[in-house]
């Protein structure tokens, strides 16, 4: 069974921004979301090149852990981001998060990222946060300084703690251990529009490109302040 058949993604400009600077990728059991970062020259670049070249060599890498072959996709990512910086300086300052999913041979699905594109799971009615925040209001929220209703709209979302480009290219590796479910990947686009529970809600709606289109919907019609990215997958 081909995971990219029940996998779909949608990406929107939103309503604010004047360009894209998203990108998703949908392969054979791997799946990405990218979100290059605003304020640099170069950010959709950077998100495209994430986004290929991680999928690019999970394509090309087998017989070793899923562990190691995601550290080497990540590596893949911020090697031809670096070296697409070589080539062209004023790109300098380029960089994006990323988050990929993989399942491996025996079904399991594991989940890394680097930055503030996140993974979901709805498993039953229960919708889990898979991935944690690689940005300030994360830290706080971990210290205990802010509740996470007030991480959600806390300015410290908006730094980023790591990213692709910058230096950064381990990500956090989870491995999901609740079997099948629906998955999604986004853009903070998506979640600093619509809460958990309007995520939950939606996530669940009809086929992966139904829900997919219904959560970009409510993203827009919530302010679509961001660019707005979600790649949908039933497990
Ligand atoms: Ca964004």
Redesign the pocket.
Known sequence: MSGAERAAGRTHVGRVRDGN??AYGLARNAWAVA?GL?GHPGGEVASRIAVDSALRCLQETSGTSVGSTLLAAFAAAADDIAARVEADPRLTEMATTLVLAVRDAAGAVHVANLGDSRAYLLAGDDLLQVTRDDNVAEQLLAAGALSAEQARTHPGQFSLTKALGHGDREPAIRRLHEPGGRLLLC???LN?ELTDDHIRQLLGSGTTEQACDALVTAALEAGGA??VTTVVVDL
């Open positions: 600077e998203d979100d605003g853009s903070d686009g600093g961001d660019n």
